[in-house]
């Protein structure tokens, strides 16, 4: 077996190396793409990968480029980069080795238009149920675009060919570049002091940079925070900015705002014709409706006896009186019959039995009296001694020549003690 064919990895990989180093178009690559897992190193190196929808490179900057870039690289960002591909020999990859990087301008501001749109979002500045209703009929509309350029004639032309009655108002402002947005919020804010019922915000069509005022914070808030109904009308039909999902109507186009804005009088009279022939059915409708009804009211059997209701009424009068009659009788005949019973009572017939009772109880009472009142003891030879007007029940306490009273049944004796037996 001869060996001598086969190569090692390394000797393959440095035979790749070499074709991609001598390789002129290898040597100075212009790339463009989206930076994903990007790292920087502490001495100052980045390490991130370069994607497209379907492919994806390695890419290595090292701190002396690394340092010149005036902006700081993050995923997701679209850079455009000037650098050279070979192979790192240590893994076999292919990589580009970045000299010069710069923010790809058109990528970078769709990942700004997310970031603020999903941040808004959050807020409830698109809410539905915050948007304000556009008045059907308008008396005066706010315009705030250029005061030249398509957009406005091409508003201003279809209010006056579909509604002519409403009173248009021009704010003009800037809409494009570095001083568009302060304009903007500027002129949102003058046009709160008018008396408008509804309010154009928009331009004509461009790419993204041209819109991108309308793409800013400062509009979306002024916008969100104006008490005037608000129409966004920025671009053609494909283009969408913050403006349109913070207002509360967004318009395909300028032409459509001001559609979208007033009536069209045609549709309008049609309308009103419409509803004059509604009106006059429903009137017919409701004459005949009572013409009907009056006449069955005039038919009525009631109506043409009215006789019978007073019958009915008598009737009714006669069962309520004998049913009071019916009451009264039988009242009286219980009233009569407790009388009756009141005359028949054993009390009214023998009242000399209840004083009886009455005396019988008294003298009773009086008996019991008179075993326990202490002068009834008097009659039987005993007597009560006082002292001092105090009973006396015992020796004790009494001396020889103290004065007693004595109660007898029939008097007093007033006495002195000689002697005190104990």
């Given at each position: 077996m001869n060996e001598d064919k086969y190569l090692?990895?390394?000797?393959?990989?440095?035979?790749?190396?070499?074709?991609?180093?001598?390789?002129?178009?290898?040597?100075?690559?212009?790339?463009?793409?989206?930076?994903?897992?990007?790292?920087?190193?502490?001495?100052?190196?980045?390490?991130?990968?370069?994607?497209?929808?379907?492919?994806?490179?390695?890419?290595?900057?090292?701190?002396?480029n690394a340092s010149k870039i005036k902006f700081k690289?993050?995923?997701?960002?679209?850079v455009l980069l000037v650098g050279r591909v070979s192979v790192y020999e240590a893994t076999g990859n292919y990589q580009i080795y970045v000299d010069e990087m710069q923010e790809d301008?058109?990528?970078?501001?769709?990942?700004?238009?997310?970031?603020?749109?999903?941040k808004l979002a959050k807020e409830g500045l698109f809410d539905k149920d915050k948007k304000k209703p556009i008045p059907k009929i308008p008396e005066r509309i706010g315009i705030i675009t250029a005061p030249t350029g398509a957009a406005i004639k091409d508003i201003?032309?279809?209010?006056?060919?579909?509604?002519?009655?409403?009173?248009?108002?021009?704010?003009?402002?800037?809409?494009?570049?570095?001083?568009?947005?302060?304009?903007i919020v500027k002129n949102i804010k003058l046009a709160s002091t008018y008396d408008l019922d509804v309010l154009i915000v928009g331009r004509g069509g461009g790419s993204i940079e041209d819109l991108w005022a309308f793409n800013e914070e400062i509009v979306a808030r002024a916008i969100y925070e104006c008490d005037i109904p608000i129409i966004s009308a920025v671009g053609h039909e494909i283009d969408f900015t913050i403006a349109d999902f913070v207002a509360d109507m967004r318009a395909p186009t300028p032409t459509g705002a001001a559609e979208m804005a007033v009536p069209n009088m045609s549709d309008l009279i049609n309308h009103i014709k419409q509803l004059n022939i509604r009106l006059n059915e429903s009137i017919y409708k409701k004459i005949n409706y009572q013409k009907l009804y009056l006449d069955s009211i005039k038919n009525s059997f009631v109506i043409k006896n009215p006789m019978i209701m007073f019958d009915n009424k008598k009737q009714n009068l006669d069962m309520l009186i004998e049913r009071l009659r019916i009451v009264l009788t039988n009242r009286i005949k219980q009233e009569k019959l407790r009388i009756e019973n009141i005359k028949n009572s054993y009390v009214l017939n023998n009242p000399d039995s209840l004083y009886k009772d009455a005396r019988n109880n008294l003298n009773n009472l009086i008996e019991k009296l008179e075993l326990v009142n202490p002068l009834g003891i008097l009659a039987r030879g005993y007597s009560i001694a006082y002292k001092d007007k105090n009973v006396v029940s015992s020796t004790k306490g009494i001396k020889k020549d103290d004065k007693l009273n004595i109660k007898l049944n029939d008097g007093n004796l007033d006495v002195i003690v000689s002697k005190v037996n104990k």
């Open positions: 090692s990895v390394s000797a393959l990989t440095r035979y790749l190396k070499y074709k991609f180093d001598s390789d002129n178009n290898l040597r100075t690559v212009f790339l463009k793409g989206e930076i994903s897992n990007f790292k920087s190193h502490t001495r100052g190196h980045f390490y991130f990968s370069i994607k497209d929808d379907t492919s994806k490179i390695n890419a290595i900057m090292f701190s002396s690289p993050e995923d997701g960002m679209k301008g058109v990528g970078n501001l769709y990942i700004a238009f997310e970031k603020l749109k999903a201003i032309s279809t209010i006056r060919r579909r509604f002519p009655f409403s009173e248009t108002i021009l704010f003009p402002c800037l809409v494009q570049g570095e001083l568009a947005a302060p304009d």
